[in-house]
């Protein structure tokens, strides 16, 4: 599903990405504007008589077809049911569009702002949203998208990272330690919670996935969409101290509650997911290093002094699987 190869963009030059558009029925007026994203390239085309599109070009090799288009499937599902999705356009029939070697995706243009996660009103509207995608994601199974992995995600980072001698040696042994022992505190955490219930997820729900509009959250980009556990679309709302995730955690769930059900022994996975997020993050940009993209995007990874605060956040993670778990509190209302 998600080849090593670094993906080829050097034939994707303005001319073939306007063609493009234009091959799909869209009258380009030549206008072009790159969109903050390295996993995919995306792009605002303008178009003539018309408002803007928003082209998302896949990156090769990742997703088959049948992925691409289940992951689209899931949110036309979410957006006739109401909920407030960016989803792909359909023309002649589909939404995905091969040109040369690119498959890409048209968007409708749509602006916002980032949510205030400090606010509980908002806090509240954002678990209300994804508990209803959730309702959605509940009603049938995903055939062609993963299953929310902790092994890849954990362990097979962790790998990746030491055989492809990313780590610096004079880090490694502290680097395997701490690893050591964040993977086996995130399999206590699983089974702590006894095997959760799973469902289909937007899977990568963090704020910058969410627009902020007169009419409240809009979400964004499901290309990570998955089977996984419900938590993994709540945790990247809350942070901060114990007391003060606690706050936030209540009033995400008391959103949440109004539509679906929570199950609070997922409250063990909060910081288990957090640190297989972390290590993760390290491990995709890695393996998106050949890639010329990401040493111009990130020019502070790969070095000393990133491997070494690397480290030093991982250990500050080893407290944080063992504080208490979250408490799911009621709000007080004025």
Not at 32 to 47: C, F, I, K, M, T
């Amino acid at each position: 599903m998600d080849s090593q190869a670094p993906a080829d963009y050097t034939s994707l030059t303005p001319d073939t990405l306007l063609d493009a558009v234009d091959d799909c029925g869209y009258q380009t007026d030549g206008h072009l504007l790159a969109l903050n994203s390295y996993e995919n390239r995306v792009y605002q085309v303008g178009v003539e008589d018309g408002a803007p599109v928003v082209v998302k070009f896949y990156r090769p090799a990742r997703w088959d077809d049948a992925a691409l288009l289940e992951e689209h499937a899931f949110s036309i599902e979410l957006a006739d049911r109401d909920l407030p999705v960016v989803a792909p356009l359909v023309t002649d029939g589909t939404t995905l569009h091969h040109f040369g070697p690119f498959r890409f995706a048209v968007y409708p243009q749509c602006g916002g702002r980032a949510p205030e996660l400090d606010r509980p009103e908002h806090l509240r509207q954002l678990g209300r949203l994804v508990a209803r995608l959730h309702a959605v994601g509940a009603l049938k199974a995903f055939q062609h998208r993963p299953n929310f992995d902790i092994v890849l995600l954990g362990e097979g980072s962790r790998r990746y990272l030491i055989e492809h001698g990313f780590i610096p040696p004079h880090l490694q042994s502290a680097y395997e330690g701490v690893t050591d022992f964040l993977l086996a505190g995130i399999r206590a955490a699983f089974t702590n919670t006894g095997p959760p219930r799973t469902l289909r997820i937007h899977g990568d729900c963090h704020p910058g996935n969410i627009l902020w509009t007169a009419q409240g959250p809009l979400i964004l980009d499901l290309d990570d969409a998955c089977t996984g556990p419900a938590m993994q679309d709540l945790w990247m709302f809350l942070s901060g101290n114990h007391d003060y995730m606690c706050a936030r955690l209540a009033e995400l769930l008391s959103g949440y509650s109004e539509f679906y059900d929570f199950d609070a022994r997922e409250l063990h996975l909060i910081e288990a997911l957090r640190t297989l997020r972390m290590m993760n993050y390290a491990a995709w940009l890695a393996r998106r290093w050949d890639d010329p993209a990401f040493p111009r995007a990130f020019p502070w990874f790969n070095t000393g002094r990133y491997w070494e605060e690397h480290v030093l956040t991982l250990r500050e993670q080893e407290a944080a699987l063992q504080e208490p778990v979250l408490e799911w509190r009621e709000p007080t209302r004025r």
